[in-house]
């Protein structure tokens, strides 16, 4: 069923799952869940179809992330969120985690526009949509601080492939079911790994650190 939870409701599944939010956070991760839920019904934005599946399944990556990167010395500046779909894991993380400047770079329109939407009602801190392929960013947007991505590409090949996206220190976060990568990331080193758990599922977080010479 469809169905959106309220922001009591958000707040008390949230509660049950071991996030206290606070009432802000409620009230707008309720507003981007009843968005998220009726437009998915007429185009297809997320898998999960009810908002509570939604909390549980995607949202929750989001508040782990935003753990994480508030830990970070130095904060990146600027954040590309490659293939961000309907605004994952960047909405609900701009939630929690309101540093930098952060872009949500999405080129299917109608996601872009969904975005678009969803930020216009949300009104989250320093947040843009880029409607266009990666390959199609412009160099300003090119000396990112922070890569993060979730369901883009294969971890290596995003590596690979963000590399001259990034500012000399800049980081990529990959989102992996797996606790460590194994080797095969020159050009960068494991600045930490992170390991949490959602629906009873193990996962984790790796970031890395871009390295010259
Ligand atoms: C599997 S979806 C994941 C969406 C979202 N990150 C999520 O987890 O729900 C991958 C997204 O990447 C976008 N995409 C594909 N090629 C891209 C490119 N070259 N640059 C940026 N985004 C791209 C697609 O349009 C799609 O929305």
């Known amino acids: ?35 998220l839920v009726r437009w998915n019904r007429r185009m297809n934005l997320v898998g999960p179809a009810s908002g509570l599946e939604i909390l549980e399944t995607l949202i929750q990556d989001s508040w782990f992330l935003a753990d994480l990167l508030t830990e970070l010395a130095p904060q990146p500046g600027e954040i590309l969120d490659l293939g961000a779909g309907a605004g994952l894991p960047g ?17 299917r329109r109608k996601r872009s526009i969904f975005m678009e939407q969803a930020l216009a009602v949300l009104r989250l801190p320093d947040t843009f949509v880029l409607p266009v392929r990666m390959e199609d960013l412009p160099p300003a947007r090119r000396k990112a601080g922070l890569v993060v991505s979730r369901a883009f590409r294969p971890w290596r090949e995003l590596l690979a492939d963000v590399r001259e996206y990034l500012a000399p220190d800049g980081r990529v976060l990959i989102m992996s079911n797996a606790p ?25 977080f790796w970031l890395f650190v871009r390295r010259d010479g």
Do not use: C, Q
């Open 1 to 35: 069923m469809s169905h959106a939870p309220d922001a009591a409701e958000t707040a008390a599944r949230s509660a049950a799952l071991g996030r206290n939010l606070s009432a802000e956070e409620a009230r707008l991760l309720a507003v981007y869940l009843d968005m």
């Open 91 to 107: 909405i609900p993380l701009r939630v929690f985690w309101k540093s930098g400047r952060y872009f949500l770079v999405e080129p």
């Open 180 to 204: 460590r990568p194994d080797a095969g990331f020159s050009g960068y080193a494991l600045e930490k790994t992170r390991e949490y758990a959602v629906a009873g599922k193990v996962r984790f």
